[in-house]
């Protein structure tokens, strides 16, 4: 079973920023969308944003655009989330998502993502 692995979760203050990691040891992402979502106490799992095979085209959620950036490093098997600016709103554990279909764009629904990360704390202190 594909498990992907993520790190950089931790506590900040307001303003500050953390980058995340995805990985997985064995398989390689090369040829596969992937994406970051995340999941605040008492709220449904969030689409953060999304990159395509190769890192040229992402997208974002509204209330990320402008403060977050993902990226991709095919070579290293592992996606980041720079994080910037952080809100405390942007408490949540965050998630990295694997859609094992090989396309050209990005994927924004959860529903299609196949394999998934057991997430790492991100907490914004005010």
């Known amino acids: 079973q594909v498990q992907l692995r993520e790190s950089g979760g931790g506590s900040v203050q307001a303003g500050g920023s953390l980058r995340l990691s995805c990985v997985h040891p064995?398989?390689?992402?090369?040829?596969?969308?992937m994406g970051w979502f995340r999941q605040a106490p008492g709220k449904e799992l969030e689409f953060v944003g999304s990159i395509n095979w190769n890192g040229s085209v992402t997208d974002y959620a509204d209330s990320v655009k402008g403060r977050f950036a993902i990226s991709r490093d095919n070579a290293k098997n592992t996606m980041y989330l720079q994080m910037n600016v952080l809100k405390p709103e942007d408490t949540a554990v965050y998630y990295c998502?694997?859609?094992?279909?090989?396309?050209?764009?990005?994927?924004?629904?959860?529903?299609?993502?196949?394999?998934w990360g057991q997430g790492t704390q991100v907490t914004v202190s005010s």
């Open positions: 998502a694997l859609d094992w279909t090989q396309k050209l764009g990005v994927t924004i629904s959860g529903d299609e993502y196949d394999y």
């Open positions: 064995r398989i390689t992402f090369t040829n596969y969308p």
